[in-house]
Structure formats: C-alpha cells, structure tokens
C-alpha cells in the first residue's frame, strides 16, 4: 500500500530538515511512538495502540538510508513487529522538503505492508485517514516544538561534541583531574525526549469515523 501525503511547517527549511532527520528528538511527536536506543545509523523504537483495556506493543527499527541536504531529501526504512508475534508492519518513506512562502512543505511518500491486528485497520481505506490523522498531530506537535526552539539551537549539536573533543584534546597537558573537570565544562549530554503516550486506537477510529460522516453530509 503507497501512501502520498503532505504538510506545511512555518519554518525555516533548514531548521524543518534538522528536526526531521533527528529521529530521537521527533519521535514523541508521533502519539505512542518511543526510540530506545541506536547504533550505526539503526534507531530502535517501539510503537503502542490502546485498544479499550488492553495496549498493542510494537517493536522495531527505523533507519535513515540516505539524507540528501542539498535537496533535502530522505528516505527511511523502517521495520516492526508485535511483542506477542501477532502481526507487523515493514514500510520505506521518503521524505521530500520544499520552500514554501516563508515556511516548508513536507512531501511524504510511505511504501508498506502490515499484518496482523494492525492489517484491519486497512479495509475501506481507514488506514489512510487514521495515517492523515496521525501526521496532521505530527505536523502540529513539530510545529509546536520548533516554535519554542531557542535561537541557534541548530548549530549546538555540531558545537558540543566540538567541546567535548577540545576538552579531551586538552588531557594530555593537564592531567586526568583537570581532564574531567574541563570535560564536565562542556555541560551534560542531552536526555532522551520522553516517549509520547499510546495511541487510543478506539478513541481515533471513532474521531476518524466521525470525520468521514462529515466529509459526506457536506456532500450532500
């Protein structure tokens, strides 16, 4: 199944670019989704549904398997499966930024395959409106979180590991205590943003529903 959807951020397009190719700072902006961990360029995660009393856990990887900055394009691969091995999901997004007045429109075209549980939510094209709904909180929260972004907060990534080696360079002529003090100078490594909370898969299927009766009584 091909999805093509889109949104639009009042930002910068290099501001929009960085926040989205940092998987771990956007991930609790998609509802139940979490990162737990990662290692050469493979971020784990994993992904909850509520369904009435019980939660759906999923677990997985997502991979960034090119980010082209000069078009500012991406495309991801991602992968997952239910902790209870009753289904999962595979899927490729490419991720495609454009200039748009003073902000950015995303572009995103996801390629994927789901099974199990998961795979209901398919018939009579629910999942594409549960997807549009799910990416226009997405593109809120983001928006939300780039708003309150100090100023230069893009170029501190790229300063601190600058910190930290001038800090370690600096070692060998002070000594290991002195060593550790300077390093400490540079300031705690950043803590993982905090998971966003399950996704209530009933209460989203009857917004949905409710969404798709008044899309068809304004037909009328």
């Not at 790229?158 to 390093?183: I, N």
């Amino acid at each position: 199944m091909k999805l093509e959807q889109s949104f639009e951020v009042d930002a910068p397009i290099e501001q929009v670019w960085a926040a989205l190719i940092d998987l771990e700072q956007v991930a609790p902006c998609l509802p139940g989704a979490a990162i737990t961990g990662h290692d050469d360029g493979t971020y784990r995660g994993t992904f909850q549904v509520k369904l009435g009393p019980t939660t759906a856990s999923y677990r997985g990887t997502i991979r960034i398997e090119s980010a082209d900055a000069s078009t500012h394009t991406a495309t991801l691969a991602a992968k997952g499966s239910d902790k209870r091995g009753q289904g999962g999901a595979s899927a490729t997004i490419v991720n495609m930024l454009h200039e748009s007045g003073t902000g950015t429109r995303v572009e995103a075209v996801t390629d994927f395959t789901i099974t199990g549980r998961l795979a209901s939510f398919g018939r009579g094209g629910m999942i594409k409106d549960i997807s549009n709904r799910l990416l226009r909180d997405f593109a809120a929260c983001l928006q939300e979180r780039l708003a309150a972004e100090p100023a230069g907060a893009q170029s501190a990534p790229a300063q601190a590991p600058a910190a930290t080696a001038q800090a370690s360079a600096s070692a060998a002529r002070t000594g290991p205590a002195q060593a550790r003090a300077s390093v400490a100078q540079t300031g705690p490594a950043q803590a993982p943003a905090a998971a966003a909370p399950p996704v209530k898969g009933l209460a989203l299927l009857f917004s949905v529903l409710w969404e798709r009766i008044k899309r068809v009584g304004g037909r009328r």
